[in-house]
């Protein structure tokens, strides 16, 4: 197998060496290369001896010297050098099963792929994964990998899945726990199958392999209006969210003073469906699981409040705030805490109903531009419209119903500003700065 080079960096290693694009590499110091991982892994020594073929087909050797752990520069066709591997799962919550016809193609790609596990952060489920793919994570040391798990009893993730595969995960975890592989995870919370006390044995089960299970995130499953022909599913109530966040605490407690680690979180969501105050800043450690909406609100807030007091209380600005119904209260105090101490700005917070996926849906992320100018057209706005940038797809600025910012700004007579989940950033934009 060989993967054809498109582009050679200017002024890299691969381009000192002469390297060409067109050329195919094979092998790195006798090492077939056959995906990305192989290519990252084999040059990151010192000295190399490049195997490659011409675009004649003709077998050539180069060999190469630069610094340890510099890239050696070469661009491929894919990013991967590689197919990207689909999901072999039927999930009963798939998010991706639940979306509307008519979108994008790439957003109804389910990929399962572990190289995007460890180079992007994207959550597999272990069930694609060959022996020999295995054999070569632990020789690798690839870690660390984002991992799926859902329940740890086979039968239940085995039903949640609807892939007779499923059942492995802990049987594949431990294997990699063996071998030191860090794993972060996730769980969705889906009434009926895998929680009560399906839920708890899943928490002992993960923590018993830690500290190789890093963290465990546990987030409530989303459900949209487009599950026609779907198994049925019911949302989290305010008591199942409740009851989930009162197990996931006890087990945490329990690790926290055997490992210094509290290791399983619940996100954010979860505490707003249960109408409880977020955790303090405090009890996410060092935020293992922000990405998944761990901590990320608790976080913005403590930012901003300490951000207010470098303003000097003379700033002037009259702005809008649109947000999912979730966090809607969390924005509200934030307004009622910017007014205190700065009389002249004004935040105006709009609770967006999320009418694209169905109302269900309450986090920000999934609102789209449509949902945004539905509830947003015709208000008094102000000087500009503030969003959560995570609404935002498809190079940033385009929204999942391929509403593109510009039109929205247009169609709504006011810029309208992404703001990342970041407390300071959030201020500037408040005030313009």
């Known amino acids: ?51 490659l073929r011409d675009e004649r087909g003709r077998a050539i050797k180069k060999r190469v ?55 992007q952060g994207n959550y597999i489920t272990l069930t694609n ?56 995870c996730q769980i969705v919370l889906c009434p009926g199958m895998n929680d009560g006390e399906v839920l708890t044995k899943t928490l002992e089960d ?9 963290s465990v995130s546990i987030v409530p499953v989303g459900i949209t209006r487009y599950r026609e022909g779907l198994p049925d599913l019911s949302p989290v109530t305010r008591e199942g969210a409740a009851d989930a966040i009162d197990r996931v605490e006890k087990a945490a407690e329990a690790n926290l003073e055997r490992f210094g680690s509290r290791v399983l979180y619940c996100s954010d969501e979860l505490y707003l469906r249960a109408g409880l105050e977020l955790p303090p800043i405090e009890y996410y450690e060092d935020f293992p699981q922000f990405e998944n909406g761990v901590g990320m609100l608790r976080s913005l807030y403590e930012e901003y409040s300490g951000a207010l007091s470098g303003l000097t209380g003379e700033e002037r600005a009259r702005v809008s705030v649109a947000t999912g119904t979730a966090a809607a209260p969390l924005f509200e105090n934030i307004s009622q805490i910017t007014k205190k101490t700065c009389y002249n700005v004004d935040i105006k917070v709009f609770p967006v109903i999320n009418r694209f996926f169905g109302a269900t849906v309450d986090v920000a992320g999934l609102l789209t531009g449509s949902d945004l100018l539905a509830a947003l057209k015709g208000e008094d706005l102000g000087e500009r419209l503030l969003i959560s940038a995570t609404m935002l797809r498809h190079g940033g600025d385009v929204f999942l119903d391929d509403v593109s910012l510009a039109e929205l700004s247009e169609a709504l007579g006011v810029p309208v500003v992404p703001v990342r989940p970041d407390g300071a950033e959030l201020l500037d934009a408040v005030v313009g700065r």
């Open 1 to 51: 197998m060989a993967s054809r080079i498109v582009a050679v960096d200017r002024g890299s290693p691969a381009a000192r060496a002469r390297l060409r694009p067109g050329m195919l590499l094979e092998k790195i110091n006798g090492h077939e290369i056959r995906d990305v991982l192989d290519y990252r892994y084999w040059s990151e020594e010192p000295k190399l001896l490049l195997e």
């Open 129 to 184: 994964l060959s022996g020999r793919e295995i054999d070569r994570i632990c020789a690798l040391r690839i870690s660390p990998l984002n991992v799926s798990v859902h329940a740890s009893d086979p039968d239940v993730r085995r039903a949640m899945l609807r892939n007779p595969s499923a059942g492995r995960c802990m049987e594949l975890m431990r294997l990699l726990a063996e071998h030191d592989i860090e794993m972060n």
């Open 65 to 119: 010297k630069k610094p340890e752990g510099i890239p050696l520069g070469l661009d491929f066709e894919t990013y991967l050098m590689d197919a990207q591997r689909s999901c072999a799962n039927r999930c009963v919550f798939c998010f991706i099963d639940q979306l509307p016809k008519g979108m994008r193609p790439t957003l109804y790609y389910k990929d399962d792929d572990a190289r995007l596990s460890f180079l």
């Open 206 to 214: 993960l923590s018993a392999l830690c500290p190789q299970v890093h």
